[in-house]
């Protein structure tokens, strides 16, 4: 099983014949669990036995072939995280759940009896977590014309018109990014596609250039392009051949 190929398989037939300790990331939006008709793929249904018996195999897979510095981030949401993270838990060690990012996207619809859910959550866990690549990522928040109180750890910066930014540690909280829309230039056709600057922002915090990243569920390939447009080498897998077919369109192969 080679790098820089995207294949048409179940994933954990494909996983089962990757070496030891040998990827950098894992980075997969999932199935989610609703039962539901996505045009190109069938989910599983929202019963938790069927989700347990669907992902245990396959994450106990993740670790094994992860090396020592890497780390898993799967992407779901709120209906199955619990149950995902029980079985993360038991094959990477809860102490090495790192972080679970939100993801907030907004788009139509909303409910008048309870809060509307747009976010994703991405759960982090690392092989190792005295180990784990993590490459330090800051955001600039706007202060103020004057500057700030100075907090130890806090970077300050005045701009070209005096005014004074804050430098601060980046969040688990993303509202920045929106969801691939109807009209967006990025959209390929694919129902779940998910956006770029997503996908970049993770890859850049877990792997540098040369690295391998593998995305199991890579529907229309969008952490695969990612990961070429970022020099890093990677493995796609989808049991869907359009999904193949539209990764391999988006790298040109
Ligand atoms: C949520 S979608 C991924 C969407 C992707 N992130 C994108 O940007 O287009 C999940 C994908 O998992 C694939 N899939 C489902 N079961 C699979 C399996 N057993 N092995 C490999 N891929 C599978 C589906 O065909 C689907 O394309």
Redesign the pocket.
Known sequence: MGLNKVYCM???ELLKQLPDNSIDLIYS???YATGGDFK??QDIPYVKEDVFAFYDGRIKEMYRVLKPTGTLALQMDFRITHWVRIMCDEHFGYKNCINVIQWAYSSGGSSKKKLSQKNDEIIIYAKDKNKQKFNYHTEVSYNRDFKPYKFKGVEEYQDDFGRWYTMVGMKCIWTDIPMVGRSSSERIG?M???PLKLMNRIRDLYTDENDVIAD????????IESAKLGDRQYIG????QR?VDITNERLNI
């Open positions: 179940d994933n954990l939006d999932i199935l190109d793929y694919y779940t596609q998910k199991f569920f890579c529907g229309s390939g969008s952490m897998c989808d049991i869907n999904a």
